[in-house]
């Protein structure tokens, strides 16, 4: 049995559950347990920990854990130290980047950067805000905002720096976006001493690349058909493929068998086209990794 232990993050809160569904689908199953902060894996060499996203980056630097997942956002926030292993694009409600834009009641004079100096201003992201301020010439009064942030203005700040997916919250707050700070996406951080270990940079390479995989298959189906030669022209004028498709003789020498990947939206518009073109035996099913 192997003594080697990879101390993983997982990020508590909203997006605990898609974290999981994720992990799930590269072939990892975690299993949350209430009022517990250490989840169980499936892997005997991997112990989770679930942590706030916003504090992820920084236990990773200090060596408490040996990699995890957090958005990019805080890794600016708290200018951590680590190594970005890789890009996980997906969120709470979509697989858009989430956006940290500066908001103001809709009735505010202010309309640009520029009108904030001397304001107060309500965030999450202190230092993020504050350094995008000096970028600007801009001085204002930055406070931390403890949650509930788009009910501040206009009593208890000028403006707010939030994060938004949809930016439906912000407008059934009366608000609106005057500008656009930070893009953020999920990334998967590695301590770096982690990553000069031989063993634990193999173990999340590993573990990325099924997560990448993982997300790659979403959305994606295999279609698989038998072809006459003659027809295999116009059946694969058809496929819209993620590579070329795989065609394989068969017993036949008169069929083939053709193999793609494809959306599965596109499934229900390309199937009677791919029978009135020749196919038979036209089979869907699912992807569940797909690993270049």
């Known amino acids: 049995m192997s003594t080697q232990l990879l101390k993983l993050g997982l990020p508590a809160g909203s997006l605990q559950e898609a974290t999981g ?10 299993t949350y347990t209430s009022r517990s902060y250490y989840p169980h894996i ?6 989770c920990t679930l942590i706030r996203a916003q504090e992820m980056a920084r236990y990773v630097q200090d060596g408490v854990l040996d990699c995890g997942l957090t958005g990019y956002d805080w890794i600016m926030e708290t200018e951590a130290k680590v190594v970005e292993l890789a890009e996980l694009v997906f969120s709470k409600v ?3 980047p989430v956006r940290w834009v500066l908001a103001v009641p809709n009735d505010s004079p202010v309309q640009s950067v520029k009108d904030l100096q001397g304001k107060r201003i309500a965030t999450e992201v202190v230092n993020l805000t504050r350094r995008w301020l000096a970028e600007h010439g801009v001085t204002a009064q930055v406070e931390f905002s403890w949650g509930a942030t788009e009910v501040k203005p206009p009593r208890l700040a000028d403006a707010i720096v939030e994060v938004t997916e949809t930016g439906s919250s912000l407008k059934a707050n ?7 700070l930070l893009q953020s996406t999920t990334r998967f951080i590695a301590n770096e001493q982690a990553c000069r270990d031989p063993w634990k940079k193999q ?11 993982a997300m790659a298959a979403e959305g994606k189906v295999g279609l698989m058909m038998n072809v006459r ?7 694969i004028n058809l496929l819209p ?15 083939v068998d053709v193999l793609t990947i494809l959306d599965e939206s596109v499934v229900r518009v390309i199937a009677p086209k791919l029978k009135q073109a020749g196919a038979r035996g036209i089979v869907e099913f699912p992807l569940s990794k797909i690993i270049d």
Do not use: H
């Not at 493929?241 to 069929?255: G, H, I």
């Open 94 to 96: 979509s697989r858009r």
């Open 203 to 213: 173990k999340m390479a590993d573990m990325v690349l099924m997560l990448q995989g």
């Open 241 to 255: 493929a993620l590579q070329t498709p795989t065609v394989t003789s068969l017993s036949d020498p008169e069929w």
């Open 21 to 30: 569904e994720l992990f799930r689908r590269a072939g990892y199953k975690i």
């Open 42 to 47: 499936d892997d005997s060499e991997i112990q």
């Open 174 to 180: 009366n608000l609106r976006i005057v500008a656009e």
């Open 229 to 235: 030669k003659r027809d295999l022209p116009a059946v």
